[in-house]
């Protein structure tokens, strides 16, 4: 029989024997005479009075026999499993084993933590009343998508051969009975392309299996006949990525998307994969009680800013992840998996707030990355005339052309260039171009489309309008908010296994655990416009004090939005101070702006940065920003003298320029510069920056990648050994002092050979957490409003993250406070340009150079880099720089001016040269288009 998580029987079957001949029918088999045609030996069912008295005979027969559960169900506290020889291949089989081994590789390996988390929650989505969900793993083939599989599997039973993980080769009929048959258990299937199904297909999939595995039919009868329901997790793999086949909000709400690689290291794939299919069988289920409580400190940790509605049920579905981890492993397991939720979280959020983006703004930012990433599609309007008149031959390669400030995209190529960006439907983005204000689509009232001359010809051509007065294209297109704060929340630093402690796996528990209440939040001053600083650069007593700021709940701040006050024709006498310095950094840029803008920028930027008072430099303006975020956050503690002493004698590399000289510049018609956006910004929230004095340690040597990585979490150094190669043509020599970002990237790639003694900080903080958090918010928030006074806060903005974390931190002349530590700046830039390396070795074609956070790419006429993500998040990229590789340049030495080419600085190896070259050829190609 099978029941339902309420004890209810929702289907029955019989096993009967016919002269030695078993097997096992079912209720409406009997009763329609169906099942008897399986046995040879059964004669005379076709007539219906002796088929009726035969299913008679069977269930009088079947009452005095034991009653078997064929399906798995909650009965109260405890989950009932069927005897292994009812339930699928593979599920029930055991080894005998423990999880144990499998600990300390899934602690290193976060998102093979969550998968094991995961499958071992996947019971209790029934009993917790949530609604199933897909785990799909995908991912380029050997990266450990099947020992993510296999894992999560083995807990189950065998993984395989002929055991618990099933082809993808399957009928929806077939997945159907086969979920009805595991009831509240999950699901494990291998290589979604082998399905054969397209897009609508699997969405209907996906909506039928997480309703319960509802499907209605109807018998021969014409009786109706609900399929076994289902409540579970499905488990699935396959190159390619659901959510970028179907990217709508209602799917990834029912998807948990996890991109490999899974493990970090072939040799722990192997490993992992071998214990799985060696040791299996291991679950044991624990109490409802203790699962609620281990997933409530999961949903508190992972909460964060959740907007609600799809962002909840995402949330929701990893925090089961995580408690099933916690219990499986406890703190340790929890905090890896926890780390995984936190990465896919902030993904998914990212992708959800740019599916809001207007139709018109999508379309906008395809046509700029179009242009920029296929520069010989758009040649200007000189050059695509010149080449009307010199051939009457069709430009089969050419979408348009542009004049500043506008773009003619050719009207039949506007659809496909649309349609690699994901709009389908130009006609929506073409009206919300005409309806923006300045307009950007230029065109009749009557039409989007308008005709212009060009070399005698009409030619059908939309007009954009690409950049208006002060814009610095990407930069002001509405950006996604930087959602990759891995951080937990505000009094909880990690896993509290108080709250739930890990089960053992060997026996069930029997006795409920209550849940703790957790501690409520520190609240939040939100009343500190800039706190009084000592000589040593600490907040001066008493400036924490201050009354509670309003919208305080639990961990989530909430501060209400402050009107901006009248702009007068002169500042305030009390603001007149900072007014005049702040002025200094707006004329700079905008030289004609009047006093009132000015004054009305001020106020912008300090409604933004949440009342940061910008007094002095850049520079300063962040070092205040931070002790008022210390006065604020009681979680922040005082700063204290620390550092490395002879930091400055030690040949520390910090910058990984490079140039490959064996590029073949000639072979290409265009050269390509893309740098990343707010660089440093991106890695300050979550960079490990040291507490009080480095440690000297000894015996260092690394000869396993989990020994490395555990040892580089902590901030620090190590010296090389031997010569290190670090992007295609950079090489780092032996006896230079690496951070350990860096030496965490080296360690990825292959064996690192260091000196025996290095420095770390064994004590360490993610001190600029808060203060990145309250700068990204400052510049999401301003780069999405297009009024003068936004985009002059936010060049504010960018000058003070620029100064603040670019120099300030190790500037022995400026800085005489407690932020002078040059230790953080090492530590904060070499993650910035191991993550920038780490992005750049995804690219097709590969860089040919790269100088401080820009890297260079050879192109030919319409080609694109690959890999290469273009968003104006921070940490992503935007295309800057683009000219012709076969024009001569002009470039400044010794104060001088020099002709040179692009092929002759690379063959030089001269990243200056390279540098300087393109840039003069962006200016003359934009030049020759202005024209």
């Known amino acids: 029989m099978t029941k339902d998580s309420r004890g209810k029987i929702t289907s029955a079957s019989y096993t009967v024997e016919v002269n030695g001949h078993h097997d096992t029918v079912t209720s409406e088999e009997l009763r329609t005479g169906e099942a008897w045609d399986r046995f040879p030996e059964a004669v005379g069912h076709d007539d219906k009075t002796v088929a009726s008295a035969l299913a008679i005979i069977v269930r009088h027969q079947a009452a005095s026999k034991p009653q078997t559960v064929a399906a798995p169900f909650w009965d109260g506290d405890s989950l009932v499993l069927s005897d292994p020889d009812l339930m699928p291949p593979g599920y029930g089989d055991r080894t005998g084993a423990e999880l144990g081994e499998l600990f300390p590789i899934a602690a290193d390996n976060p998102k093979l933590a969550l998968i094991v988390g995961l499958s071992f929650g996947a019971p209790y989505i029934e009993p917790l009343q949530r609604q199933p969900f897909w785990c799909h793993i995908t991912g380029d083939p050997r990266q450990g998508k099947s020992t993510g599989l296999e894992t999560a599997a083995s807990l189950w039973g065998k993984p395989r051969p002929r055991g618990v993980i099933l082809p993808w080769n399957t009928t929806t009929n077939g997945l159907t009975a086969a979920l009805g048959e595991l009831s509240v258990l999950p699901v494990f299937l291998d290589d979604l392309h082998a399905a054969g199904m397209t897009p609508s297909q699997i969405r209907k999939l996906i909506f039928s299996t997480v309703e319960g595995n509802s499907r209605l039919r109807s018998t021969r009868g014409g009786r109706r006949k609900d399929s076994a329901p289902w409540y579970g997790v499905l488990f699935s793999t396959g190159n390619d990525s659901i959510l970028g086949m179907l990217p709508q909000p209602e799917v990834a709400a029912r998807v948990v998307e996890i991109a490999s690689p899974v493990v970090s290291t072939s040799q722990a794939s192997k490993w992992v994969k071998s214990w799985a299919r060696s040791n299996y069988g291991t679950f044991r289920s624990v109490p409802i009680v203790t699962m609620r409580a281990a997933v409530d400190q999961a949903e ?215 849940p703790a209440v957790p501690a409520a939040s520190s609240q ?187 040892h580089f979490k902590h901030p620090g150094y190590v010296q090389l050994a031997e010569d290190h190669a670090i992007g295609r043509a950079g090489v780092l020599e032996a006896g230079t002092w690496i951070a350990h970002p860096t030496a965490a990237y080296l360690a990825e790639r292959g064996h690192l050979v260091v000196e025996p003694v290095g420095y770390v900080w064994w004590e360490h903080r993610r001190w600029l957490q808060a203060w990145g958090k309250t700068v990204s918010t400052a510049r999401d928030v301003l780069a999405a409003r297009p009024d003068l006074p936004s985009r002059m806060a936010l060049h504010a903005v960018k000058l003070m993250y620029a100064a603040f974390l670019g120099g300030y931190l190790r500037s022995e002349q400026f800085n005489r406070g407690l932020t002078k530590r040059p230790d953080w700046s090492d530590q904060l830039l070499s993650l910035a340009r191991v993550n920038m390396l780490r992005a750049l070795d995804k690219c097709q074609p590969s860089a040919f150079a790269t100088h401080a956070d820009m890297a260079y790419f050879l192109l030919d006429d319409n080609q694109t880099v690959k890999g290469l993500t273009i968003s104006p998040q921070a940490g992503k990229w935007k295309v800057g720089k683009i000219g012709r590789t076969d024009r001569p340049a002009t470039i400044i030495r010794g104060g001088e001016p020099i002709r040179t080419t692009l092929a002759e600085q690379v063959a030089a190896g001269s990243v200056a040269g390279v540098r300087d070259v393109v840039s003069d050829l962006d200016h003359q190609h934009r030049g020759v288009d202005a024209a």
């Not at 814009?471 to 937990?488: A, G, H, Q, R």
């Not at 505000?490 to 026996?507: E, H, I, R």
């Not at 702006?593 to 962040?622: D, K, V």
């Not at 890695?683 to 015996?699: D, F, P």
Request: charged share 20%; net charge negative; glycine share 10%.
């Open 300 to 514: 508190e940790l992972l909460r964060g800013e959740i907007d609600g509605g799809t962002e909840e049920t995402i949330m929701e579905n990893l925090a089961l992840g995580v408690a099933g981890a916690a219990i499986l492993g406890g703190a340790p397991l929890a905090e890896a998996a926890l780390y995984a939720a936190r990465e896919i979280l902030a993904a998914l959020k990212a992708e959800l707030k740019e599916a809001g983006v207007s139709a018109g703004e999508r379309l906008l930012e395809a046509l700029r990355q179009t242009l920029a990433a296929r520069p010989g599609a758009f040649p200007s309007r000189t050059e695509y005339e010149a080449a009307l008149t010199a051939s009457d031959r069709p430009m089969p390669t050419v979408e348009g052309f542009w004049e500043e400030p506008m773009v003619y995209v050719i009207t039949s190529k506007l659809a496909a260039i649309a349609a690699a960006y994901g709009l389908t439907d130009t006609r929506v983005g073409l009206r919300d171009l005409k309806q923006m204000s300045p307009p950007r689509l230029i065109s009749q009232a009557t039409q989007h489309r308008r005709q212009i001359r060009a070399a005698g010809r009409r030619v059908d051509v939309y007009a954009v309008l690409l950049e208006t007065d002060g814009e610095n294209s990407p930069e002001n297109v509405p950006p996604t908010s930087d959602t990759s704060d891995t951080s937990v929340i505000p009094g909880q630093t990690a896993w509290n296994p108080s709250l739930v402690p890990a089960q053992p796996v060997t026996s069930p528990v029997t006795r409920p655990v209550t």
């Open 524 to 710: 939040v001053n939100g009343g500190v416009t800039g706190p009084a600083l000592d000589s040593d650069g600490r907040v001066a007593t008493g400036a924490r004090s201050g009354p509670p700021a309003a919208g305080v709940t639990g961990s989530a701040v909430t501060r209400p939005r402050r009107p901006l006050r009248s702009v007068s024709n002169s500042a305030p006498e009390e603001d007149a101070e900072e007014w005049r310095q702040f002025s200094g950094l707006i004329l700079e840029q905008w030289p004609e702006a009047t006093p009132e803008e000015i004054l009305a920028a001020l106020r912008t930027f300090q409604t933004a940065t949440g009342g940061l008072r910008h007094i002095g430099t850049s520079a300063i303006a962040g070092q205040l920003l931070f002790h008022k975020l210390q006065a604020q956050h009681g979680s922040i503690p005082e700063l204290e003298r620390g550092g490395l002493p002879g930091l400055e004698e030690m040949n520390v590399a910090r910058i990984f320029n490079y140039v490959d000289t064996g590029a073949h510049v000639e072979r290409h018609g265009w050269v390509m510069g893309a740098d990343v956006n707010a660089q440093f910004l991106a890695v300050c929230r979550s960079i490990e920056l040291g507490t009080g004095e480095a440690e000297q340690v000894a015996g260092l040597r690394f000869t396993d990648l989990r020994e490395a990585k555990a």
